[in-house]
C-alpha cells in the first residue's frame, strides 16, 4: 500500500515496474490514520508513507498508522526527506525504515547524488545490506565525503531554512494573489495536529495556489524570477520554484484547489530579497 500524496517517481515505479512483475499496489488516503488497518489483506507486505506529502504536505498519523499494521507481516517504510532526522524521527514511533534523499538537505549543496535506508532492526538491515551488494550498488568516496559534510551543517542550515520560509509565508499571506499556502506549520494544513505533535520544526518547501486560473498568468509571475531559478531537487542552499499540476497523479483522493499553483523552496538568501523577487513576480501578473 502507497500513500495517495507519493512523490511521482515512486508512484512512476509502482506502475512501471512493479505491476509488470505482478506486484499489486493500492493507493490509500494520506489522512487515513488508523484505519489503514481495514486495507490490510493477506498479501500485504508493505506500507509505504510519505510525511507531509509530496506537493500537498497532508502530514500523515505515522504513529497510528504504524500500531495499526504492526503483527500483521508488514513492512513499514516512510520517506522523511522534507523534515529529515533534525525535525522529525519516525523509528521512535515504530515505522520500521526510514528513508532519505540525501541529494536534498542532508548534502544541502546540490552537488551529489546519494540515498539512505534507516532500519528499526537487524532483520531489515541485513535484508537491504545484501540486497544492495548483490545488486552492485555502491557508493562513490567523492559523495559519501559530501554526505559526511553537509551533516556537520544540517541543523543549523534547516532552522535557517525554516526561518526564511516562515518569514516569507507570512508575507505571501498578505498578498491578494494568494488564494492558499500549503505548509505543514500552518493550522489549515491537513495533519497540522500530527505535525504538531511529532514534528520539533517545518523545512523550507512549500506549494502556494495562486488566485488565477491563467496559465499566461503563471508564466508572467515565473519569468523574470532573480532568485527563484527552476528545478525540481530542492534542498540545497538557493531557493527554487517548479509549477505545479496538484492532482494529476492522484488515485484515492481528490484535490478541490483549481488555481495555479507552484512549489517553492526557500533557500538561505536573504528573505527580504526574496520577497522583493516574489513581489516583482506579481505585479508582472497584472501587466
Known sequence: ?????????????????????????????????????????????????????????????????????????????IDNTWATPVFFQPLPLGVDISLHAITKYIGGHSDLFLGAAVCASKEHYY???????????????????????????????????????????????????????????????????HWKRDFKGASGLFSVILNTKSKDDLRKFIDGLEYFPLGYSWGGYESLIVPLHLDGERSATKITDDGQAVRLHIGLENPDDLIADLAAGFERMKS
Open 1 to 77: 500500500m502507497v500513500v495517495d500524496t507519493v512523490y511521482g517517481p515512486v508512484r512512476r515505479f509502482c506502475e512501471k515496474r512493479l505491476r509488470p512483475l505482478g506486484v499489486d499496489v493500492e493507493y490509500y488516503d494520506p489522512m487515513i490514520g488508523a484505519g489503514i488497518a481495514k486495507l490490510v489483506r493477506q498479501n500485504t507486505k508493505i506500507v509505504y508513507l510519505e510525511s507531509p506529502g509530496s506537493k500537498t504536505f497532508e502530514v500523515q498519523d505515522v504513529p497510528a498508522i504504524a500500531a495499526a499494521v504492526k503483527g500483521k507481516g508488514v513492512v513499514t517504510m
Open 127 to 193: 535484508a537491504l545490506r545484501n540486497y544492495a551488494i548483490e545488486s552492485g550498488q555502491c557508493a562513490g568516496p567523492d559523495d559519501l565525503y559530501m554526505a559526511l559534510r553537509g551533516l556537520r551543517t544540517l541543523d543549523v542550515r534547516l532552522r535557517r531554512h525554516e526561518e526564511n520560509a516562515r518569514k516569507v509565508i507570512d508575507w505571501l499571506k498578505t498578498r491578494a494573489e494568494v488564494k492558499r499556502i500549503l505548509y505543514p506549520a500552518l493550522a489549515d494544513c491537513p495533519g497540522h495536529q
